[in-house]
């Protein structure tokens, strides 16, 4: 979930809108770690243990188009007869993500094409997670992904086989977005994918620490 460059990387594509307004603060430093949830209807069994980490850093890059950060990805995955999979890569995220314009064209569009996916607005939703509240959540739906970080990336966490004999097809990734999120201001990264005859799903929580999140 996720995080990831407008254009390019799915989690840095979306900008996120909430209930509250945007906060003018600096995202680097930022830091969330997302907890993929077992034994639920989210996440399917062969599916053990699993946590996707970003962090922000201090490096700035200007292009014509404005300021990016550099966010970096750690991942680690233990699937059923698989095993272990970790992987780490960076990207850039561009300072228009925390500025709102971009979901607000998709609000008003419903959906877009980009260069890297298709995404689609589907509605607005309140998220609890941890016993944490999160109001009036963007929930966007993500398509006809190409980038090659993340579909290592969610090679890796929907195997199936130790040789990849079947890789995912037809996945469609949906996050809730609230700006009162630290980091990549995503709360829920659900993944739904088809790997050979199966249907197989991976859903993760933000994992809430109270000094990272919006006062």
Request: proline share 3%; glycine share 8%; charged share 20%.
């Amino acid at each position: 979930m996720l995080g990831f460059l407008f254009g390019g990387i799915v989690m840095a594509a979306i900008v996120v809108i909430s209930s509250v307004a945007f906060s003018s603060r600096g995202a680097r430093g930022e830091k969330a770690k997302f907890v993929l949830k077992l034994n639920s209807d989210r996440t399917s069994p062969n599916l053990q243990e699993g946590t996707i980490e970003t962090y922000v850093s201090g490096q700035v890059i200007h292009t014509p188009d404005g300021r990016s950060f550099i966010v970096q990805v750690y991942y680690e995955f233990h699937l059923w007869k698989v095993g272990q999979r970790i992987g780490t890569f960076e990207v850039e995220m561009p300072w228009t993500y925390y500025s709102g314009r971009t979901v607000w064209e998709l609000r008003a569009q419903r959906e877009a094409n980009f260069s890297h996916f298709r995404a689609e607005h589907v509605g607005i939703r309140d998220v609890t997670v941890e016993d944490d509240f999160f109001g009036s959540c963007d929930i966007v739906t993500l398509t006809d992904v190409a980038n090659d970080d993340l579909l290592m990336l969610l090679q890796d966490l929907l195997q199936l086989d130790s040789l990849r004999v079947d890789l995912p097809t037809d996945i469609r990734i949906t996050v809730a977005l609230s700006g009162l999120a630290p980091a990549l201001q995503v709360v829920q990264i659900d993944v739904v994918a088809t790997v050979g005859p199966d249907t197989v799903r991976a859903g993760f929580d933000l994992s809430v620490d109270e000094s990272e999140l919006l006062l």
